[in-house]
């Protein structure tokens, strides 16, 4: 199984909002709300962002807000903050058990 | 606290073994399954294996059947990944990570991991 495809990178301004696209198959993506994403930050641990395609845990701010359409699930982060700069990967659920993730995509805040 | 120490990394041959190991705290460790994600230098995130609470079930990524085997000491609070016949691309930092549902037989989602232990393998 290939990974999900994401874009390598993308840039906002603060206060802007940004949206990381995570394309799949029907196989994985498309066939599932077992959607995740994950923010990863220079040296330290992965933090789980949004799970089930559209909830946030608790303690995730409500700039963070996912989505689903087909294929292609997406990560929107609105009223982009300084500390929101890191690299963020989507999960989904492939079926018999297995889990794929994005290739990551690297958020620079301007 | 929740608290997940991997140990076990290293340099190793083409070919060889390595087992490695997930000391957990700071929640009811049977209670949840348990995953290995890795990320190869300057490559993204890989799931690698799972584990369900119990231990009586076990998944794996197609990249590492039949070479990797997971498992778990409840016991201890341990989680394991024994890795077998290693090859130049299982070189990364191996996570441990927590299931974020209780009582979850999958994990489909990790809510807390460890800081990652390397696993080098070249001759």
């Known amino acids: 199984q290939s990974a999900l495809t994401q874009p390598r990178s993308v840039s906002g301004s603060p206060g802007q909002s940004v949206t990381i696209s995570c394309t799949g198959t029907s196989s994985d993506v498309g066939g599932y709300n077992y959607v995740s994403w994950y923010q990863l930050h220079p040296g330290k641990a992965p933090k789980l962002m949004i799970y089930d395609v559209t909830k946030r845990p608790s303690g995730v701010p409500d700039r963070f807000s996912g989505s689903k359409s087909g294929n292609t699930a997406s990560l929107t982060i609105s009223g982009l903050q300084a500390e929101d700069e890191a690299d963020y990967y989507c999960c989904s659920y492939a079926g018999t058990y297995t889990l794929l993730f994005g290739g990551g995509t690297k958020l620079t805040v301007l | 606290e929740v608290q997940l120490l991997e140990s076990g990394g290293g340099l190793v041959q083409p070919g060889g073994s390595l087992r490695l190991s997930c000391v957990a705290s700071?929640?009811?460790?049977?209670?949840?399954?348990m995953s290995w994600v890795r990320q190869a230098p300057g490559k993204g995130l890989e799931w690698v294996s799972a584990?369900?609470?119990?231990?009586?079930?076990?998944y794996y990524a197609d990249s590492v059947k039949g070479r990797f085997t997971i498992s778990r000491d409840n016991s201890k609070n341990t989680l394991y990944l024994q890795m077998n016949s290693l090859r130049a691309e299982d070189t990364a930092v191996y996570y441990c990570?927590?299931?974020?549902?209780?009582?979850?037989?999958?994990?489909?989602?990790?809510?807390?991991w460890g800081q990652g232990t390397l696993v080098t393998v070249s001759s």
């Open positions: 990570a927590k299931s974020f549902s209780i009582w979850s037989g999958f994990p489909y989602y990790f809510d807390y």
């Open positions: 584990i369900s609470g119990n231990g009586g079930s076990t």
């Open positions: 700071g929640f009811t460790f049977n209670n949840y399954a």
